[in-house]
């Protein structure tokens, strides 16, 4: 059974930088064309931040991120990260990092999150 553990939310200031981490244990990202970070704030739905095409190392970026948020491997492809720089109160939510054989299919594997708190 494939697991996503996110790692590095925290709380920091508005204008602020954060990196987020998710790593693939039981199994490694190969197997997957995939992977995106998504994040739900309280009362919100859960929103597209970007992803990755595992092969191509193609990205992409939801506008309200886009410029701020870059997502990288590092050189052995079993971590994805997502770096964040200059942080606004309304990127505060959960995010999460997900991983998926084709677009259409949709994410199929999801982690459990991880907490990002943006003070004004």
């Known amino acids: 059974q494939v697991q996503l553990v996110e790692s590095g939310g925290g709380s920091v200031q508005a204008g602020g930088s954060l990196r987020l981490s998710c790593a693939a244990s039981g199994r490694t990202f190969n197997s997957y064309s995939l992977v995106g970070w998504f994040r739900q704030a309280p009362g919100k739905e859960r929103e597209f931040v970007g992803r990755i095409n595992w092969s191509s190392g193609i990205t992409y970026y939801a506008n309200s991120v886009k410029g701020r948020f870059t997502i990288s491997t590092n050189n052995a492809r079993t971590t994805v990260s997502l770096q964040m720089n200059s942080l606004k109160p309304e990127d505060a939510a959960v995010y999460y990092c997900?991983?998926?054989?084709?677009?259409?299919?949709?994410?199929?594997?999801w982690g459990q999150g991880t907490q990002v708190t943006v003070s004004s």
């Open positions: 997900a991983a998926g054989i084709t677009l259409a299919g949709g994410y199929n594997t």
